[in-house]
């Protein structure tokens, strides 16, 4: 659905509004018949897919597969499998004061949810939460990003294809204009993926309207590789871990922190990994067909003047350094004697840009990261299980990852999200039920009813053999 004008959008909302309880209405068996028909034209349409994100990114066929389309068909199987279990009601435990009453926990949908997706994982980030959401028993409107306008058009075909615009619409266009409609009208969730400084304006919206909310946003997030790390080990996945998608990845590691004494080995097996991946010379590596581009050439303008910057201020390049503004490349990158007083280290990077941070003691390591604002992932690499223990006690992150890079978020069995600068709520398999969903305390009295003892009037008499008569009353339970 491509944005006209706001009364398109507002006869959307409305229109949605009068199907927001039939929807809520739906069994679990009417949820999942929906979910498999996603499935089904997923599956059938993944080549449109391919097709547009190479368009959009030049992004591989099979990356694409393995960071998009497996994990959304994944997200699906799962939310199928444990739907049932996930929509029963939840029996409490009795209170001791209210003895003759049950209580019970009911999930019932949030209502109309707003879900607006980003433009690194067009797909996955989209779709994942519309189908937590329609697993939730929700109506949809979600709003892709403009700059990955061809995998936007799919994505507004495929569902246009399947559901009908009142119960779940892609709403294509602009941030700038069809979002701010957007978060004007009084959705009863919002959910927003993207960057820590849009969150904030999307929770403050959000707050006018009393919604809701859940923010997956990003950061810097740390690698620290300790005294006793296998370099060789560690280094494939730092570099996998950074450089998928161009390093446009919100849980990527944006930094390492490395011992001093052991700056230079790790910079030499990153290098060697970044080589085996995408080739030998940088010609090899700017034409692989297995690198993705940057998003627009303002961001690799931006990635560019990270560069600049560092080797300025004295950073020395152990792979990489050029760029290709024009055609949205920047080189896999490696930067040594990185201080963080570089603009490298000023905000989430987004690129392919590895910066190496040398640190003399793990308590300075540890410090570093205290003193900069909350990750959405830290990943640790070494052996010695006291000091990762002491690593995860003394930080805190969306999510963290020992001796691997990205994989933590395969397991929908825990939710994924972050924390503080990082993110509000979170997500994947039952968190994400969870998230769509209003959790209702349902109590149901029955019997005789101890409360009659605390009714007015009051007075010193009544409330003495009230005590007596609910002690009496207890002794025979």
Not at 44 to 70: C, P, V
Not at 403 to 430: A, D, K, M, R, W
């Amino acid at each position: 659905m491509r944005f006209i004008d706001s009364r398109q959008i507002n006869t959307l909302f409305e229109d949605q509004g009068l199907k927001r309880w039939p929807v809520a209405a739906t069994s679990a068996g009417e949820r999942i018949a929906k979910l498999k028909t996603l499935r089904k034209a997923l599956v059938s349409r993944q080549g449109e897919f391919y097709d547009a994100i190479w368009k959009d990114f030049h992004k591989s066929r099979f990356e694409a597969w393995t960071t998009e389309f497996l994990p959304t068909i994944e997200e699906i199987d799962y939310t199928i499998a444990h739907l049932k279990k996930w929509m029963e009601d939840r029996p409490a435990k009795r209170t001791a004061i209210l003895p003759t009453t049950r209580s019970y926990l009911r999930f019932e949908p949030k209502g109309r949810v707003l879900i607006m997706a980003p433009w690194n994982y067009p797909l996955l980030l989209c779709v994942s939460p519309i189908v937590s959401a329609i697993a939730a028993g929700n109506v949809i409107v979600a709003k892709p990003s403009n700059k990955t306008p061809n995998v936007s058009a799919f994505l507004a075909s495929l569902f246009e294809s399947i559901f009908k615009k009142d119960e779940v619409a892609i709403v294509e266009g602009a941030g700038s204009s069809v979002g701010e409609v957007l978060l004007r009208l009084p959705f009863d969730h919002m959910f927003f993926t993207g960057s820590p400084k849009v969150g904030a304006h999307v929770g403050e919206m959000s707050q006018k309207v009393h919604a809701g909310l859940t923010l997956e946003l990003g950061g810097k997030s740390p690698a620290i590789v300790l005294d006793d790390a296998n370099l060789k080990d560690a280094a494939p996945k730092i570099a996998w871990g950074k450089l998928i998608n161009a390093g446009q990845t919100c849980i990527a590691p944006d930094y390492v922190l490395c011992p001093r004494n052991k700056v230079d080995q790790l910079a030499d097996e990153i290098v060697a990994s970044i080589k085996s991946m995408y080739g030998e010379s940088e010609e090899d590596r700017k034409n692989s067909p297995d690198f993705p581009r940057i998003i627009d050439t303002r961001a690799a303008e931006r990635l560019q003047n990270f560069i600049y910057d560092a080797v300025e201020k004295g950073a020395a390049i152990a792979i990489g350094g050029k760029s290709c503004v024009g055609e949205r490349y920047v080189a896999p990158t490696v930067l040594k004697d990185v201080t963080p007083q570089m603009k490298v280290m000023s905000s989430e990077i987004f690129g392919p840009i590895l910066p190496i941070l040398p640190y003399d003691t793990l308590e300075n390591a540890i410090r570093f990261v205290q003193d900069s604002p909350k990750p959405l992932a830290l990943y640790i690499f070494g052996k010695s299980s006291k000091a990762i223990r002491s690593v995860i006690a003394r930080t805190t992150a969306g999510s963290t990852c020992v001796n691997n890079c990205i994989v933590q978020i395969e397991n929908l069995s825990v939710p994924f999200g972050g924390v503080g600068n990082s993110g509000t709520g979170n997500y994947h398999g039952f968190y994400g039920f969870k998230t769509f969903s209003h959790e209702r305390n349902v109590m149901k009295q029955s019997g005789f009813d101890v409360v009659r003892f605390f009714r007015a009037p009051y007075g010193k008499a009544k409330a003495q053999a009230a005590i007596q008569k609910a002690l009496r009353f207890f002794k025979k339970m």
